[in-house]
């Protein structure tokens, strides 16, 4: 066989290399050819098996490369797969597959204990906000439609425009000056009558001096004519 050599690593941002729940999970495969031949880096594919037993449990995403690899030469690669598993311990085992002229060989990358966990939840996470924004929206409605339905709604009360009553009799007016006195306020009636006992008055003493003087005149007159 070829002398292939793989070093498999987690990225840097998982240290602990976790297998996270619902994400991609993703290796770095630094694979080496050390054999005097070329050869074609066909796929890389994996497996979950029982930690203690062995059994299979699942199998992982197969991704089709198609790269060769000159002999005495490495190639980075990138394999990424996603869980959905219980958190706990699970062994994970990645292989490589490769070809040589007509023959093609399989090459373990990766085989140990790698730690299931969940996802940290994230204020940040959309889908989460969503999920909230629903959850929220269905609590306000529900609440909603019950205060509607056990609360009578008071509506307020609209304040009626006063009304102005009408006056019981028509006012007329003539060009003389005519007036109804019931409307008038009881003051201004006091000093118009004033006014006008006063000018009958002097229309009377004028008739009167007018007549005392024609009676005058009437009486000189007849005491020339003898």
């Given at each position: 066989d070829p002398e292939i050599v793989i070093e498999t690593t987690f990225p840097e941002s998982n240290p602990f290399g976790h297998v996270v729940n619902g994400e991609r999970n993703q290796l770095f495969l630094v694979v080496e050819n050390r054999s005097d031949k070329n050869i074609t880096l066909q796929s890389v594919a994996g497996s979950f098996h029982h930690p203690e037993t062995g059994t299979l449990i699942k199998n992982t995403s197969s991704l089709t490369y198609g790269f060769p690899l000159l002999e005495g030469t490495k190639l980075q690669i990138p394999y990424s797969f996603y869980?959905?598993?219980?958190?706990?311990?699970?062994?994970?085992?990645?292989?490589?597959?490769?070809?040589?002229?007509?023959?093609?060989?399989?090459v373990t990358a990766y085989d140990s204990v790698v730690t299931i966990v969940e996802p940290e939840p994230s204020?940040?996470?959309?889908?989460?906000?969503?999920?909230?924004?629903?959850?929220?929206?269905?609590?306000?409605?529900?609440?909603?439609?019950?205060y509607s339905a056990y609360v009578p709604s008071q509506k307020p009360k609209r304040k009626r425009p006063t009304q102005v009553?009408?006056?019981?009799?028509?006012?007329?007016?003539?060009?003389?000056?005519?007036?109804?006195?019931?409307?008038?306020?009881?003051?201004?009636?006091?000093?118009?009558?004033?006014?006008?006992?006063?000018?009958?008055?002097?229309?009377?003493?004028?008739?009167?001096?007018?007549?005392?003087?024609?009676?005058?005149?009437?009486?000189?007159?007849?005491?020339?004519?003898?």
């Open positions: 869980s959905e598993f219980k958190p706990g311990d699970l062994r994970l085992n990645i292989w490589l597959e490769h070809t040589v002229d007509d023959d093609k060989y399989r204020w940040l996470d959309f889908k989460l906000l969503s999920t909230y924004l629903i959850v929220f929206a269905a609590l306000g409605g529900v609440s909603y439609a019950a009553s009408a006056p019981v009799g028509t006012v007329t007016a003539s060009g003389s000056g005519g007036y109804q006195e019931e409307w008038i306020p009881e003051h201004h009636l006091k000093k118009t009558k004033g006014k006008k006992t006063k000018s009958d008055n002097v229309v009377v003493s004028e008739e009167s001096s007018s007549e005392a003087n024609g009676t005058e005149g009437k009486r000189t007159r007849k005491g020339k004519k003898h």
